[in-house]
């Protein structure tokens, strides 16, 4: 098992690009998830899905869009991107919104 | 979910136990208590969870207080490697509660 891969691992945009981050995980996981993790801070939670078709904002949902179309995949989408999006994300996935989450190694973008 | 209170810091020898607190004064009959550790940039690895009672697995133990309003996480015999930020997260298990935001954290230094 791979677990959760998160691809790319860094990215480097210009303020209003687009661009998509990947995840994906093998692990037939009902619940993925996205955060964001700016210094000195902890994770807050951008937006989240408990199964194919069916995803949720969370406690920063501005400025992403996500969509659930298979188990495997939570690719999270910034339309014109902004120099405050500049963070490290990670992607989490788990059995059901409850259990323990299994984390990415998180990509780490800048926009200029 | 509850609240949770971490101090923003600790040192620890290496090779003595390392005993970090959480206060969740505020903790509900049927949230869990879980720690999570973060590895300088790397995505967060769970650790350990438990309801009421003490629980160990192969990586720490967690001690519940009998009226469940503080925990301690207890890693036996550190070493330079549990070196991280960890986390004390309070929730219930199960679909419906997904929000999962993470606090700031206990930075653990493991000093040689």
């Known amino acids: 098992n791979a677990g959760v891969t998160q691809t790319p691992k860094f990215q480097v945009l210009k303020t209003g690009q687009s661009m998509t981050l990947q995840c994906a995980q093998d692990?037939?996981?009902?619940?993925m998830s996205w955060y964001r993790q700016d210094p000195g801070m902890g994770l807050r939670l951008i937006h989240y899905s408990v199964g194919a078709g069916i995803t949720d904002q969370g406690e920063v949902p501005n400025g992403y869009n996500v969509s659930r179309s298979t188990t495997e995949d939570f690719p999270l989408r910034l339309l014109s991107a902004a120099p405050s999006q500049t963070s490290v994300y990670f992607c989490a996935s788990s059995l059901g919104g409850g259990e323990k989450l299994f984390f990415g190694s998180g990509t780490q973008l800048s926009v200029l | 979910d509850a609240k949770t209170t971490q101090p923003p810091s600790m040192d620890c020898a290496e090779g003595r136990a390392a005993n970090l607190p959480c206060n969740h004064s505020t903790i509900s009959g049927n949230e869990y208590v879980y720690w999570y550790r973060q590895i300088h940039s790397q995505g967060p690895q769970y650790i350990i969870h438990?309801?009421?009672n003490n629980e160990t697995n192969e990586m720490a133990s967690l001690i519940i207080t009998e009226d469940r309003k503080s925990s301690t996480l207890i890693l036996p015999h550190a070493t330079l490697r549990d070196t991280a930020v960890y986390y004390c997260i309070v929730r219930v298990e199960g679909f419906g509660n997904e929000k999962l935001t993470f606090g700031t954290g206990t930075r653990l230094t493991i000093i040689p």
């Open positions: 438990g309801l009421k």
């Open positions: 692990m037939n996981h009902e619940y």
